[in-house]
């Protein structure tokens, strides 16, 4: 039988928590800029051909 979740509650100082965010928000542009390449390779091949995994 699972246990239910459980909250835990922290304490974070503001200039903590403005760095977590600038954080957050460059590797979401890291992430969109990674999706951006990888659509430009996928329409940069020849169709019917697989991407070569590594």
Known sequence: MTRPPQTLYVT????????LK??????QQE???LRS??????????SGTQ???C
């Open 31 to 33: 992430v969109l800029r």
């Open 51 to 53: 991407p070569a995994l």
């Open 12 to 19: 974070i100082r503001r200039d903590e928590l403005r760095q």
């Open 37 to 46: 390449h990888l659509l430009q390779a996928q329409l940069d091949q020849p």
């Open 22 to 27: 600038d954080e957050r928000d460059q590797l």
